[in-house]
């Protein structure tokens, strides 16, 4: 795959078919739709493309309120190599991009990268204002030379899948929920840095992660997880929160690894989310804390030793158009 974030360098020696979006979290819907697109491109010998921005738009049109990441930039792109993508742009969304007109922007993606097609959804606009619906990027593609075809959303279990709805159930700290959507289990990943040790006096040594704040993060509570480290999988228990047992410090990600002793400061470690336990919770005794922390971990193995790998059913999955039929996703770790 062909990763790129300046279109004036790219040279192409066939056509392509174009998607454009954020594509963050690379969920379900967003799989469905570039099985299809690779589908038709293989078909017609053409490339499959697509082209998302970093940061998201709202970062630039919504500085105080921007939206926050399921996936960075480094985990979407990895995600969408393993869906056989030919060419990924990401490009820099700033204040120029924002301005630039609809017509300026697809006339320069049909020469630079070749389009031929333009899959959009029916509430997809891009450019200045919002100025390029569908309808009017069907007028431009007629006079420039692509076609643009409509793009049906994924529903699961009565609701479109968004990214949108992904971070809502994130925050309400519905990781399992987040996971049907994905396809795979939410996760944070980073390097394990030195917390205060209490873990550690207390029996249960963590993994801290620094929690970015631009990042999706589940909602403060205690959660069944798999931690990956390396090529190793490790079942877990990780806290999300402020600690208020302590300090009520800054927002922290701990983590528990079952019959796990190794040092890992330094080191890269994922973090993903099975099951939420239960809320943080304060105690007065540390004797109490301890005895809670040891029911969590027996729960945890409990769950954990009847956990089924992805990917899970497909029965509630289908398009927006009922006579649809939806084929099974690969599943993305």
């Known amino acids: 795959m062909q990763i790129i974030d ?3 360098q790219v040279h192409l020696d066939k056509d392509t078919i174009l998607t454009i979006g954020a594509f963050d979290g690379v969920h379900r819907g967003h799989q469905y739709l570039i099985g299809q697109l ?11 493309g697509l082209i998302t921005f970093h940061p998201h738009p709202s970062a630039v049109l919504s500085p105080g309120n921007p939206t926050r990441y399921i996936t960075t930039p480094g985990e979407k792109a990895a995600l969408l190599e393993r869906l056989g993508l030919d060419i990924v742009a990401i490009l820099p969304f700033n204040r120029e991009m924002a301005q630039t007109l609809a017509r300026d922007f697809v006339e320069m ?4 990268l070749r389009m031929t097609e333009l899959w959009v959804g029916k509430d997809f606009a891009l450019g200045y204002g919002r100025e390029g619906t569908s309808e009017v990027l069907r007028a431009l593609g007629k006079e420039i030379g692509f076609s643009v075809e409509p793009i049906n959303p994924l529903i699961w279990k009565g609701e479109v899948i968004s990214s949108t709805r992904i971070r809502s159930l994130l925050f309400r700290g519905q990781v399992r929920e987040a996971a049907e959507l994905l396809g795979r289990y939410p996760s944070l990943a980073g390097e394990v840095v030195r917390g205060a040790q209490r873990g550690r006096c207390l029996g249960f040594p ?9 990042r999706a993060v589940p909602a ?3 959660y069944v997880v798999y931690a990956v480290l390396g090529e190793e999988r490790y079942e877990g228990v990780a806290n999300v929160g402020v600690r208020p047992s302590f300090d ?3 927002r922290t990600v701990e983590t528990y690894l079952l019959d796990f002793e190794a040092d890992i400061y330094g080191c890269d470690l994922v973090v993903e989310f099975v099951q939420r336990l239960r809320p943080e919770k304060r105690f007065t005794e ?4 301890i005895a809670q922390i040891e029911k969590d971990v027996i729960e945890a193995r409990r769950i954990l030793a009847a956990e089924k790998p992805f990917p899970w059913p497909e029965e509630a999955l289908r398009t927006e158009a009922p006579q649809d039929k939806v084929r099974p996703l690969a599943a993305s770790s």
Do not use: F, M, Y
């Open 286 to 289: 540390i004797k109490d804390l």
């Open 248 to 250: 009520n410090g800054e």
């Open 38 to 48: 690779l589908q038709k491109a293989r078909r017609t010998h053409r490339l499959a």
């Open 109 to 112: 993606v049909s020469r630079q």
């Open 206 to 214: 963590t993994a801290n992660l620094e929690v970015r704040p631009e």
């Open 220 to 222: 403060n509570g205690i």
């Open 6 to 8: 300046d279109l004036s």
